[in-house]
């Protein structure tokens, strides 16, 4: 085969493929897979959320279990939008943060970062005009300072003196929100208590020279977040690398193991190819899940391992295939011609048998794809995944743990599942089409 | 030839039993050898340091006194003797059904021997997978044949979709999906477990019972019945095309007979064992389904061996997952010689 030739006849493949519709449709879903495999982390708030997905500090800013921000458009309450202000302004030496309030329920925390070194004060600026002393005193070291406001003793005491103030001497729940009175109009310090939207100056009397400040919500970003705080759009992008890479490392190798294992159990006779034919057999029968639990369980597991591992245990149906396919070249003339003129066995295993078949291995391979991607979620969910990267089972691992579904914190469950369905959809849509045009069993027909 | 074909199948699924059993006993091996060590050391310490005399002796003395207690207290665990004697004695065991006694769980009896704690677990994941797959296989039957009549409908491809769909998805993600569904928005049905707490008596244990399998049989049954209709769909409609299926038309058969007489009837053999390989590729996902229902079967008591790390269950849960998986096949097999007819006779393939 030369250039040309192959040149041709991946024209004419094409050209079949081309009008096979939930054969593009696939190849179009694949191209989406694959560009947010490699791209999609860039366009998520959270890059390194795939290797970053157990470092509990790169995700300590978000709110816990946020529901995604578009809820907001189908519910009449308004729930409050995680909110990230990095833009400040400076007046007579207070530096002012402008933090826009539209919601009906108060953030849940106001965490500031701060650079600078010195002494500053913090106050708060309602729209009403009242203004609620937070912290008498911050000490700003060398380098970025935190800031929890929901966990300072003197702020919860600042806000509570406030309220009392407001509204006379009323009970303060200590497992109330303890900003909630200083986003109210009405019973400040009540469930009931009635929001005071508009714009609130979040105030810093002191020098700095950076900082940001952050506005804890409940709904937040594109997905929400889980339990642990983390972001689950960012994981769920960032999970799709791991599928990628056990799709496409452990399909080909136990394809391509089984191709070759197939083509030379049907090209030998007698007691070797009975045996080989056995060995066959008893892969194909392989009990993988329960398998794949000890392994893990024992030596740990990684996404390569596993891939490799599937791939050395799960080539039975391709052996089978392949010999099977393999039986029927053999008695073809150009494989007797070939003998006939001594060509030694390996060349005519590769130079004349292979071929025939290859077209089927990469049918085969799309077709895998799914079925090993589904058994490394399964893992995963069982909580024996690889603990160095985020995968989509895992993610449904965590939300089992938490109970998720018993909570009602459908976010979590529905789309890491939804990712899965999607790529081993894809892959059965390409894999599907493939085997139509190529597989040479059902050409024949 | 039947025979033969009988004997020959039992005897390699005994062999590949075997060669699992030897598996999982080099694995559980490993893990026991490095547990035990640790156990032995720090047994030691705790003996060393309580040992008043101990201390009073010269640097020499202590270190001999140390090596013979670790000598000894290795025979009393059996790690005196070479690894791969103590592997092919756990696998003797593992096949003579001893699996020893958990280290941590415990049967709801109370009893701690492994058996126990797997032969409770067992008849319910029976019952779920059992039920799931008979109304999974009859309802994709029917709706295959209906598809196979109608091919080319929007019906047809509607069974097609449905059928690629059902097998892209984790069956314990729709189980999730049910659960958020069912019991937590709409509240018609349990969220997990086998029976009420107090448990109800007389027919109304039965009902109970009935209720909390529900929803895990409903998934299993959702993921099942796409593929069965879709594969029967396929068989039918190359049966269908067939010579003898116009004739028996033409000679005014009823179109009922003609459909479950003379197409099943041809289409069976092949229908069962497809049917059987999606079955079984579906038993994995199924054990899983039993975690997202609390459902305490075997594929739960992986997950509590798991979070025990209870490694003598997870051993005996596996070996009797294989075994059924293994053997399961092997009959499905033999019904498929029984069935064909082309086997029956003798004929090679």
Redesign the interface.
């Known amino acids: 085969m030369n250039v040309q030739d192959i040149k041709e006849s991946l024209r004419d493949f094409w050209r079949e493929y081309r009008r096979i519709k939930s054969g593009m449709a696939g190849l179009i879903l694949l191209l989406i897979f694959i560009f947010f495999t490699f791209l999609g982390p860039m366009f998520t708030a959270f890059p390194e959320a795939g290797p970053r997905w157990r470092d509990t500090t790169y995700w300590m800013d978000n709110p816990r279990a946020a529901s995604p921000s578009w809820v907001n458009m189908f519910s009449s309450q308004k729930l409050c939008k995680h909110t990230i202000l990095e833009e400040y302004q400076v007046e007579n030496g207070i530096t002012i943060f402008k933090y826009d309030y539209p919601y009906d329920e108060p953030p849940s925390d106001i965490i500031l970062y701060l650079e600078g070194v010195g002494k500053c004060n913090l106050t708060i600026e309602r729209p009403d005009g009242e203004i609620i002393p937070l912290m008498d005193e911050l000490t700003l070291y060398s380098g970025e300072n935190r800031f929890v406001l929901a966990a300072s003793q003197e702020v919860k005491k600042n806000v509570r003196d406030f309220a009392i103030k407001r509204e006379g001497a009323s009970a303060y729940s200590p497992f109330m929100n303890p900003l909630l009175p200083i986003f109210s109009k009405e019973n400040l310090l009540s469930e009931e208590a009635i929001p005071l939207k508009g714009e609130y100056l979040l105030k810093i009397g002191g020098e700095i020279k950076g900082g940001r400040a952050i506005f804890s919500g409940s709904v937040f970003g594109v997905l929400g977040t889980d339990a642990g705080k983390r972001d689950l759009f960012a994981g769920i992008i960032g999970g799709a690398k791991a599928a990628f890479i056990v799709g496409f490392l452990a399909a080909p190798i136990a394809v391509i193991i089984g191709i070759f294992f197939g083509l030379i159990n049907g090209y030998t006779k007698g007691v070797k190819s009975e045996g080989m034919l ?1 060995v066959n ?2 892969a194909y ?7 794949l ?3 893990s ?3 740990g597991i990684t996404i390569i391992k596993f891939a490799l591992i599937y791939a050395l245990l799960a080539w039975g149906t391709t052996a089978r295939v392949s010999r099977s396919i393999a039986l029927q070249i053999k008695e073809q003339q150009y494989v007797e011609a070939a003998k006939a003129q001594g060509a030694s066995s390996a060349r005519i295993l590769l130079k004349h048998m292979l071929p025939a078949v290859m077209p089927y291995a990469f049918a085969q391979i799309a077709l895998a794809i ?1 079925g090993v991607i ?2 490394e ?2 893992i995963s ?4 995944g690889d603990p160095t990267i985020a995968t989509w089972g895992q993610i ?1 691992n965590d ?2 743990r938490a109970n998720a ?4 914190l ?1 976010w979590w ?2 789309p ?2 939804l990712a ?2 999607f790529v ?2 894809t892959f ?2 390409v894999g ?1 089409s493939l085997d139509t045009i190529l597989n040479p069993k059902l050409r024949v027909r | 030839m039947i025979g033969r074909i009988i004997v020959s199948r039992i005897l390699r699924a005994f062999v590949l039993l075997v060669i699992v059993v030897l598996f999982l006993s080099y694995v559980f091996g490993t893990l026991a050898e490095e547990r035990l060590s640790s156990q032995v050391l720090e047994e030691i310490g705790v003996e060393l340091r309580s040992n008043p005399s101990y201390p009073l002796l010269s640097n020499e003395e202590k270190l001999e006194f140390k090596t013979n207690l670790i000598n000894l207290k290795r025979t009393q665990y059996g790690l005196d003797k070479p690894f791969f004697t103590r592997v092919m004695q756990n696998a003797l065991n593992v096949i003579t059904l001893h699996f020893g006694d958990a280290l941590v769980l415990k049967s709801r009896s109370g009893s701690k021997s492994v058996s126990a704690i797997i032969l409770e677990a067992l008849p319910r994941t029976v019952i779920l997978f059992t039920t799931g797959s008979l109304i999974g296989i009859l309802i994709g039957l029917f709706l295959g044949l209906k598809a196979a009549q109608k091919s080319g409908t929007i019906f047809d491809r509607f069974i097609s979709g449905f059928a690629i769909l059902s097998r892209s998805l984790p069956m314990w993600w729709l189980g999730m999906l049910f659960i958020v569904a069912f019991s937590y928005y709409l509240k018609i049905f349990p969220s997990g477990g086998y029976i009420s707490l107090p448990p109800p008596s007389g027919i109304r244990y039965f009902l109970d019972f009935l209720y909390h399998l529900a929803l895990p049989l409903l998934t299993v049954v959702m993921v099942l019945f796409g593929s069965i209709a879709y594969l029967s769909r396929n068989l039918v409609l190359g049966t269908l095309q067939e010579d003898y299926i116009t004739v028996a038309r033409a000679k005014g058969v009823p179109e009922k007979r003609v459909l479950y007489g003379h197409v099943l009837r041809s289409t069976a053999p092949p229908l069962i064992t497809l049917s059987a390989v999606s079955l079984f590729g579906s038993f994995g996902g199924a054990l899983i389904s039993e975690i997202v229902f609390n459902w305490p079967g075997m594929g739960r008591l992986y997950w509590t061996a798991l979070e025990a790390n209870d490694h003598s269950v997870l051993l005996g849960n596996t070996f009797v997952t294989a075994f059924i998986y293994i053997v399961g096949i092997a009959i499905l097999d033999i019904t498929y010689g029984l069935l064909d007819p082309r086997i029956r006779s003798g004929e090679r393939r």
Do not use: R
Request: charged fraction near 0%; aromatic fraction near 18%; charge should be negative.
């Open positions: 056995m057999d008893f029968n392989l009990p993988l899940l329960p398998i639990i000890v392994i369980y024992t030596y799914p589904l058994l979620a399964s969910f069982l909580g024996l449904l939300a089992q579904t018993l909570g009602g459908w469950v529905i890491p599942g899965i369905f081993a959809f059965f849509l599907t």
